[in-house]
């Protein structure tokens, strides 16, 4: 496993001889998409302070054909100018609102999966530092997940990890 640094998002758990390796980003998209099938609509959280997000021309006109869906999602804005909305809460899970926002807005106006466009854009990123306590609780809550070794993007199945025994506690560390 030499090579593999911080950059990756890959971490390692051991249980009796077992060793699992996790790839934080699948797991924690796993986590959301779950989530989010069973109940898209969210709390807002307001923001600290308001983001401006730029509409690509395609999208502009559609956000008020899916405003009732959007502040469904969680999402609060206002028009803020020609091809623009001023965010100022979001789903709990967002992390980039922009990114969040524009993600919802184009599944729901092209009839794609709005939780798979969610759980990818509310989950950690590959390189995104978490600390071993955060990867632990990670860990918990993605194996308690239906399909866990499943990514939620790929009908190919793309494999979180190769295999997890159910019921027993793990403990988490960083590769690299």
Request: glycine letters at 8%.
């Amino acid at each position: 496993m030499a090579g593999l640094d911080d950059n990756i998002g890959l971490w390692f758990a051991q249980e009796g001889e077992e060793l699992i390796v996790l790839d934080q980003h699948g797991a924690h998209e796993r986590i959301l998409y779950e989530r989010l099938s069973e109940n898209p609509r969210a709390e807002a959280i307001p923001l600290p302070s308001p983001i401006v997000a730029r509409l690509p021309e395609d999208l502009a006109p559609e956000v008020s054909n899916f405003e009732v869906e959007l502040q469904a999602l969680g999402f609060r804005f206002e028009p803020f100018g020609e091809g623009a909305v001023r965010i100022s809460a979001v789903p709990e899970t967002v992390t980039d609102p922009e990114t969040a926002l524009l993600a919802a807005l184009h599944a729901l106006a092209g009839g794609e999966d709005l939780a798979k466009a969610l759980a990818c854009k509310g989950s950690t990123r590959f390189g995104e530092n978490l600390s071993t306590e955060e990867m632990e609780a990670l860990l918990r809550e993605w194996s308690e997940t239906e399909f866990r070794d499943v990514h939620p993007r790929w009908k190919n199945s793309r494999p979180v990890l190769p295999c997890l025994a159910e019921g027993k506690r793990h403990s988490a560390s960083r590769i690299g």
